[in-house]
């Protein structure tokens, strides 16, 4: 196959139509007259140089495309093209991330990152605490119930939510990351899209940005990444939280996902190691929408970076029978949680951390056993 080349995690994709796996092929440079009808499992994998020494086809099995940049598409049956990834010399690993003063690693773990709420009208009323005893109490509970991150906002942005001021949300936040930084060393991310929000989290002892608009709502945020060098999570919304849900007609869902991602993603020019990707679940989108993401959440990884989602006590969940109400939602949630896992997701963010690291651990079990025996 010649020389080595490094390349971003691949992603195994199943097209429902004929039109999306045209949208797919169009938006990388490559023409639907060179691939048969969408039957067949597909790979895009993104890479940093051309490759020339791939042919058109691989003993006749699998068809190979080539895009912009040496971007590569792969698409044939699903066993021939694993086949062709484990007998060909090329990297899909996504390097190690370092948050706070740890190291995660990517490929064979799902992190869990638990959220605080310091605020008075988030949607599930049991994360909900304007108490920094209770506050202290959760996180640590969190701790000890295996998190790997403690998200921390001061702001809800459920659908419907008014914005409270930058002074208002510091008030909430800063005592409670103050504290915890004291007890733990556990990363401290803060849910915020506010620059002078993340600006004073950090410098209070947060370690990571979580900004629901990617970078959008604020443009002094990205400045703040870049001076101080932290990881964010870039996320995808139609819009504010006041407004988002009435913006979720797309052409092609996932493609305008992938799209604005990697317009975020371009905002930090040489520090794209710092991007961790959120696909937005119930920002700006129906249950429908939601499920549709989730069943196709490989797709991120085209874009190489760790991906994140934050399913936890949704309404969707609710409009699947998953419970009316979010108090009842948890069965729900790790059933989608599970689903994440074993589609190789790598931060979960949910409110149920001891539950949740439960149903992780069987998932990943089950997914090691799959490796041995060659399923």
């Known amino acids: 196959m010649g020389s080595r080349t490094i390349i971003s995690s691949p992603v195994l994709m199943k097209f429902e139509d004929d039109e999306e796996f045209a949208n797919f092929l169009k938006k990388r440079g490559l023409s639907k007259r060179n691939f048969s009808p969408v039957e067949f499992f597909c790979l895009y994998v993104k890479s940093n140089k051309k490759i020339t020494s ?38 899909f690993d996504i390097p190690p991330l370092k ?106 002892g947060a370690d990571m ?7 959008r709502f604020d443009r002094r945020m990205v400045d703040v990444i870049k001076r101080y060098r932290v990881p964010v999570v870039l996320m995808h919304t139609s819009g504010k939280p006041s407004v988002m849900q009435k913006k979720t007609q797309y052409k092609w869902l996932l493609g305008e996902i ?12 040489d520090l794209l190691e710092l991007a961790i990707l959120d696909p937005g679940i119930g920002f700006g989108k129906t249950p429908e929408q939601n499920l549709y993401i989730l069943k196709h959440i490989e797709f991120l990884k085209t874009l190489g970076r760790p991906v994140l989602i934050g399913p936890s006590r949704k309404s969707f969940i609710g409009h699947f029978g998953g419970g009316e109400k979010p108090e009842e939602r948890l069965e729900g ?6 689903l994440a896992v ?20 069987v998932v990943q079990s089950l997914k090691e056993i799959g490796k041995i025996h060659g399923i």
């Open 209 to 215: 940005i979580n900004d629901i608009s990617g970078l």
């Open 342 to 361: 074993y589609k190789g997701v790598d931060f979960v963010r949910v409110h149920d951390v001891k539950e949740v690291k439960k149903a992780i651990s």
């Open 333 to 338: 949630t790790i059933a989608v949680v599970s």
């Open 99 to 204: 948050i706070g003063k740890r190291t995660f690693h990517f490929g064979n773990k799902t992190y869990i990152m638990g959220v605080i709420n310091i605020t008075p009208d988030s949607f599930y009323s049991s994360s909900r605490t304007t108490d920094l005893e209770k506050a202290l109490e959760t996180a640590l509970s969190m701790v000890e119930g295996g998190a790997d991150i403690i998200d921390i906002g001061g702001e809800s942005t459920r659908p419907g939510a008014s914005p409270v001021s930058p002074d208002e949300e510091m008030k909430r936040i800063l005592p409670v990351i103050k504290e915890i930084r004291k007890l733990t060393d556990i990363p401290i991310s803060v849910d915020t899209y506010k620059s002078i929000v993340a600006e004073k989290a950090i410098e209070n």
């Open 258 to 269: 992938l799209e604005y991602l990697r317009r975020s993603m371009k905002k930090l020019d």
């Open 54 to 91: 791939l042919k058109k086809t691989i003993d006749g099995k699998v068809e190979i495309g080539r895009g912009k940049g040496g971007d590569l598409l792969l698409k044939g049956n699903k066993k021939d093209i694993l086949n062709i990834l484990r007998t060909t010399n090329l990297s």
